[in-house]
């Protein structure tokens, strides 16, 4: 059964520097998503992807956070200057384009910043 | 303003029991809502998915209740087991908006032995 694989599933980091993490969604899915889950806390949007684009972006996406699919198979996020509170579980998520598209979440990275 | 509210927090009953968590909603235009289960460390793994027009629905041991008019829907759980201990995401979904989702604070359910 396809599945959304993200890598890598833990990465430890220290405040300022850059993070990319990494995603290859299910082929056929069209529409691709970034959500971030801090420890305890609920899923939060960050960022949707649609036709090589971002369609939406939430007040957390800022400067810092880039997302780009250039071969038509990785997604990825890249956090350019990391700070402790990006500490979290991220996670990637994709569908197809009917309307009542089932989100299906990969694994998730987690990302500790120190 | 466009919210999920999940109720309760969190819940521990006894292996066996039912259970029954809530989901009101005033998302509008709405689309459809999901129930997602979400094993400690792991992504959400979608359990069933009601429409406009659908009242209930089930999987397993789990069925899925929806009020459009009043913005309400619940999951019930029959017969739990321990693996059910999990987090219990509401999602709904706008209509019109394809990358427009909102995610409850979700139920964190525990199954005690």
């Known amino acids: 059964e396809p599945e959304v694989t993200q890598t890598p599933s833990h990465q430890v980091t220290q405040m300022g520097q850059e993070v990319i993490l990494r995603c290859v969604p299910i082929?056929?899915?069209?529409?691709f998503y970034w959500y971030r889950q801090i420890l305890g806390q609920k899923v939060e949007f960050l960022v949707s992807?649609?036709?090589?684009?971002?369609?939406?972006k939430s007040e957390i996406f800022d400067d810092q956070f880039s997302v780009e699919r250039p071969d038509g198979s990785n997604f990825t996020l890249k956090i350019r200057s990391t700070k402790l509170e990006d500490s979290a579980m991220y996670f990637c998520?994709?569908?197809?384009?009917?309307?009542?598209?089932?989100?299906?979440f990969g694994e998730g990275s987690r990302l500790t910043v120190l | 303003k466009n919210q999920v509210e999940q109720s309760p927090q969190s819940l521990i009953i006894l292996e066996g029991k039912n259970c029954t968590l809530q989901?009101?909603?005033?998302?509008?235009?709405?689309?459809?809502l999901r129930w997602y289960k979400q094993d400690t460390g792991r992504g959400p793994v979608s359990l069933t998915i009601?429409?406009?027009?659908?009242n209930t629905k089930s999987n397993g041991r789990y069925t899925a209740t929806l009020d459009a008019d009043t913005k309400q829907s619940s999951l019930h759980i029959t017969a739990s087991q321990l693996s059910d201990s999990a987090s219990y995401i509401c999602?709904?979904?706008?209509?019109?908006?394809?990358?427009?989702?909102?995610f409850g604070k979700g139920t964190r359910l525990h199954i005690l032995p």
């Open positions: 998520a994709g569908r197809t384009g009917a309307d009542t598209g089932e989100l299906f």
């Open positions: 082929s056929n899915h069209l529409y």
């Open positions: 992807f649609y036709n090589n684009e971002i369609s939406e």
């Open positions: 989901c009101n909603y005033t998302v509008s235009p709405f689309s459809n």
């Open positions: 009601m429409t406009f027009s659908e």
């Open positions: 999602v709904v979904h706008f209509m019109n908006r394809d990358d427009k989702i909102i």
